[in-house]
């Protein structure tokens, strides 16, 4: 089965995953190499509490130009950086067509 996603779109989720590993990393104190993308951040890593969660989603909203509202603050969205990633790829592009359907302004 092909994958529906082009190179590009592809190119920029692994960005994204390792920019979201990165942050986890440092909103953590850890190194990013002991992080993966199915690392479950609330029962794998001990030092991933809800001070750190708040510290990640500082660094995620100025990392990626976006407000997270309180109601996307759940333990699904964040359970693993891939779920992070597919959160924040659904935002940006939703965000993004938002952009080029808004008319222009004069």
Known sequence: MSSTKSKEEELTDRIIMAT?????AKAVGDKPAGIGPET??????KTF?????LELVLR???????????????????????????YLCGRLR?????????????
């Open 40 to 45: 479950m951040l609330f029962s794998s890593l």
């Open 60 to 86: 995620l909203e100025s990392t990626f130009s976006l407000s997270i509202p309180d109601e996307d603050l759940d333990r699904d969205t964040f359970r693993s950086p891939r779920t992070i990633v597919t």
């Open 94 to 106: 939703r965000a993004s067509s938002a952009k080029t359907l808004q008319p222009a302004q004069e």
């Open 49 to 53: 509490d809800s001070f750190a969660l």
């Open 20 to 24: 979201v590993i990165d942050l986890v």
